[in-house]
């Protein structure tokens, strides 16, 4: 009955899918992010994982009606904001290198102006944080352009020892309550979640603890859940890295609404291509491939590649399907 009188209201915000601003996954997976849904993320170390989220966290924040909570588990708020600064230096999708913050450029200015304000004047006199990055012309635009999503975006430093599944539980609850239930929640990263007073036997048993509680978040609050997950040990050594890899891979393929897959196309490019080709292979250093592995609202084992600026801390949205031959470890190995 309530479900039926809000379609009558004109409420379809449970039945229209919320866009990540990546095309062409939003294609590939039914418009965007659903309510109810567990989306989870992999790859190896480095390949972009934490960018890739909290660009598409960011994406969801600026949208008026819509709050993304960001649990870190490897980064604090602080460091997120600067990350979030160097992003929008760049003003993605135009992606203007040539105005980009790196972290280090970020740090100088800081830095730099807290020095002047203290040469010979009270120490109060030196300015705020937000003092400083409104006022040089560097880091004004990408500070505005925050302004427009910060108090929509909630950034929290979580705890391997002490922010476990129910504690994620009662802070979504408590922000689905005061947003009307606008929120999606994205995890970094899975494997880091604390499970007590649980006692798991192993890995994957704790694996499969917390993906199903990530899983039964998504349903009891009617939320789309976004998740950071690690490649095990076999995952990191071979060519490609596949849903397979992750570890505690069974719960995490059976629970998961849609698995992504991040591997460097460099990496994986057919060796025929590289060996036609080597100096054109290398221009794809700096481009990932996507690839949506489980999709139960269309076609799995889609490919598609986006560019990476990683000093910049973002991806190029407008990414898209894969043209050259990749390797395929299930076909290497047979």
């Known amino acids: 009955m309530e479900a039926n009188d809000r379609v009558i209201q004109g409420d379809l915000v449970d039945y229209v899918p919320l866009p990540t601003g990546f095309d062409p996954l939003d294609g590939l997976i039914g418009g965007g992010l659903r309510k109810t849904e567990l989306i989870l993320l992999g790859g190896a170390q480095g390949i972009g994982k934490t960018i890739a989220t ?10 008026p009606d819509q709050y993304a909570f960001y649990l870190s588990y490897e980064h604090t708020e602080t460091h997120l904001m600067h990350r979030l600064l160097c992003l929008e230096s760049v003003n993605p999708p135009e992606i203007d290198i040539n105005r980009g913050l790196k972290l280090r450029d970020l740090y100088q ?14 120490p109060g006199a030196a300015g705020s944080l937000q003092a400083i990055l409104k006022e040089n ?52 990263y899975l494997q880091k979640i604390a499970v007590y007073p649980e006692r798991p036997r192993d890995e994957n ?21 976004w998740s950071i997950v690690a490649a095990d040990r076999d995952g990191l050594k071979s060519k490609r890295i596949h849903l397979f890899h992750l570890r505690g891979s069974s719960a995490l393929d059976y629970e998961s609404d849609i698995a992504i ?10 060796k025929d291509h590289v060996a036609f080709n080597p100096y054109a292979a290398k221009q794809f250093r700096d481009w990932v491939v996507w690839t949506i592995e489980k999709n139960r609202a269309g076609r799995a084992m889609q490919d598609m590649e986006f560019q990476l600026h990683g000093q910049h801390f973002t991806f190029d949205p407008r990414g898209q399907k894969v043209q050259q031959q990749l390797i395929d470890d299930k076909v290497i190995e047979s």
Do not use: W
Request: glycine share 4%; charged share 25%; aromatic share 4%.
């Open 205 to 225: 048993d704790k694996v499969t603890i917390i993906v199903e509680g990530l899983k039964d978040i998504a349903l009891s609050l009617d939320v789309p859940v």
């Open 261 to 270: 897959i991040m591997n460097n196309k460099y990496h994986i490019l057919s």
């Open 54 to 63: 909290l660009q598409i966290a960011r994406n969801v924040a600026m949208r």
């Open 109 to 122: 200015i800081i830095v730099a102006e807290r020095a002047k304000g203290f040469m010979g004047r009270d």
């Open 137 to 188: 012309p560097k880091t004004a635009p990408a500070l505005a352009r925050m302004a427009r999503y910060a108090d929509r975006i909630i950034l929290v430093k979580a705890s391997p020892a002490v922010t476990t599944l129910k504690a994620i539980k009662e802070m979504t609850a408590r922000l689905c309550d005061a947003t009307g239930g606008n929120v999606t929640v994205f995890v970094d």
